[in-house]
């Protein structure tokens, strides 16, 4: 792929970390697809679960892959979109005994699932930076925070709770496909600040409200 038009925003070369991608739903079907568009070299995708008929609407998959597990498909949408990158699926759970290394993504659903990527992300200094996307209905959260530092640890730590204080949606108001391609570019948006350094400014936690249209940065 050409990426000329990007270079002077960010040049693929200058992603010099792989990326673990764990959930490959609404949040990580289309950050897959702009990482990996903008010249990321190195994804593992991650996530047990099949593609459903109720999927289909909000995520990133085609009719086809209905019955499919959602890594292998995330990866095979992917390849067809791409020419540069190397994609690895993993239709497994994340548990907390994998480990992990480079630039660590959660897009996944639960409270109990991001404590468990956390927990092996925390202090690890093989995991230069850690970004967290959340969505209920149209509200949007996404944190960027570099696991070794002690600020952005005790920030984050502010931001974990369990499950059942967590807000319950209405089953048909949790998911629209519009909401999955901002979250997805918010998280590019962030990487690329991040791996930029110089003159930009990532902020450790962005609230966005698409109903609204308001959002709140810390």
Known sequence: MNH???LGILNPREIIYPVTL???????TPTALALAKMGCPDITLMDPDIVEGHNLPSQLFRLQDAGKGKAQACRNMILEFTDRCSVKAMETAFDGSQELSGIVISAVDTMEARS???SKVKFNLEIPLYIDGRIGGEIIEVFTIQP???EDIEFYEKWLFPDAEAAELPCTERAIIYVGFVIGGIIASQLKTWLKGKGGFYRRRVNFDLKTMTTVTQ
Not at 22 to 28: L, Q, R
């Open 116 to 118: 468990k990527i956390w």
């Open 22 to 28: 764990i959930g490959c739903g609404g949040i990580g």
């Open 4 to 6: 000329l038009r990007q």
């Open 148 to 150: 070794s530092q002690i």
